[in-house]
């Protein structure tokens, strides 16, 4: 094999996105540390994932207050249950689906149930890796939402992550942060100033005949989708849905009377945003036209992340296509 050859099949996934990208600011290691250097509770674990979950930079600073349990994500969850019984404030990392999937039922009994401060925090969300079936997270959120006590929350993109980060801390109880780490290619115009309320919508564009809701990575799609949508002559509103759970109750005030509403996601559409909105407005008596815009009902492949959302429907376009289909004709 070439040197050339052995460079092309390289698995750059975890910590960059190929060397043409800009090099990435750790916005959440950077956070997680600042934090820890304030509150002496704050300990951080990680399974095996110390460069890609960012927290080499606690590991070289606080190291007496890092632990690293190797690949065993369900025993991570029950030493930080333990942690946080005995007054400490644990952030345990993996990727998305490890964090979540992989120890379900330790999260359940030994963080969920006794209503623990556990911060769990997962990578990779969804349809941002390379790595097939086995490393996508696309019912992490249907799974952390049908926990009692636990609160999930996903910001807007890598600049978005400081205040969730704090807001997260700021909880007393369990809380599932899931995270998309730069790369250098963010557009970085949907950051979040200021602080992240749990439980509230931010409002990025003021609704016209109809909304996008969307969170993660989908904000910055919808807010071309808006666009793409406005040079048709259709006024669509954009907000940006930080917090999954618990959901933000206005949605249904400010959908009503609306024409359509689009939901827009990383993730199934089975259990995730578009689920606990339409849940939602029907308990609320809304009557308008709704999509569910992401992953739908099957398992994806490996691929880069902007083929796996041209594949999977995930697009600007998709997006005003599934709105233009909710509003119906005239």
């Known amino acids: 094999m070439t040197s050339a050859t052995s460079q092309s099949l390289a698995v750059e996934d975890f910590n960059q996105r190929g060397a043409a990208a800009a090099p990435a600011r750790k916005f959440y290691g950077e956070t997680l540390l600042e934090l820890a250097r304030q509150d002496p509770r704050i300990v951080c674990l990680t399974a095996d994932l110390t460069l890609s979950t960012e927290t080499?930079?606690?590991?070289?600073?606080?190291?007496?207050?890092?632990?690293?349990?190797?690949?065993?994500?369900?025993?991570?969850?029950?030493?930080?249950?333990?942690?946080?019984?005995?007054?400490?404030?644990?952030?345990?990392?993996?990727?998305?689906?490890?964090?979540?999937?992989?120890?379900?039922?330790?999260?359940?009994?030994?963080?969920?149930?006794?209503?623990l401060p556990v911060k769990i925090v997962g990578v990779i969300p969804g349809l941002t890796t390379m790595l097939g079936v086995s490393h996508q997270a696309i019912d992490d959120v249907a799974l952390m939402r049908a926990l009692p006590n636990m609160t999930a929350i996903e910001p807007s993109g890598p600049a978005a992550v400081p205040a969730a980060v704090r807001a997260a801390l700021a909880h007393d109880g369990p809380v599932y942060l899931r995270l998309k780490r730069a790369d250098g290619t963010e557009a970085g115009i949907?950051?979040?100033?200021?602080?992240l309320p749990l439980g509230r919508m931010r409002v990025l564009r003021t609704p016209g005949e109809g909304l996008l809701l969307a969170c993660g990575m989908m904000v910055e799609?919808?807010?071309?989708?808006?666009?793409?949508?406005?040079?048709?002559?259709?006024?669509?509103?954009?907000?940006?849905?930080?917090?999954?759970?618990?959901?933000?109750?206005?949605?249904?005030e400010i959908a009503t009377g609306?024409?359509?509403?689009?939901?827009?996601?990383?993730?199934?559409?089975?259990?995730?945003?578009?689920?606990?909105?339409?849940?939602?407005?029907?308990?609320?008596?809304?009557?308008?036209?709704?999509?569910?815009?992401?992953?739908r009902d099957v398992f994806a492949e490996g691929g880069t992340t902007p083929y796996l959302f041209a594949r999977?429907?995930?697009?600007?376009?998709?997006?005003?296509?599934?709105?233009?289909?909710?509003?119906?004709?005239?």
């Open 56 to 115: 080499d930079l606690f590991r070289d600073a606080l190291p007496g207050r890092f632990h690293q349990v190797g690949i065993a994500e369900a025993n991570m969850i029950g030493l930080a249950g333990g942690m946080a019984r005995s007054g400490e404030i644990p952030f345990v990392h993996s990727f998305c689906v490890f964090a979540t999937r992989r120890c379900y039922d330790q999260i359940a009994m030994q963080v969920a149930y006794p209503n």
């Open 190 to 195: 949907v950051a979040e100033e200021g602080a």
């Open 221 to 252: 799609a919808s807010l071309a989708a808006a666009e793409i949508l406005a040079a048709e002559g259709l006024t669509v509103g954009v907000a940006d849905v930080p917090t999954l759970k618990p959901l933000d109750p206005a949605i249904a």
């Open 258 to 295: 609306l024409r359509a509403v689009v939901t827009a996601e990383n993730h199934s559409i089975i259990g995730g945003l578009g689920s606990a909105v339409a849940e939602l407005l029907m308990e609320a008596g809304v009557r308008t036209g709704f999509r569910r815009v992401g992953v």
């Open 312 to 330: 999977y429907g995930l697009t600007a376009e998709a997006i005003a296509q599934a709105y233009r289909d909710a509003r119906g004709g005239g």
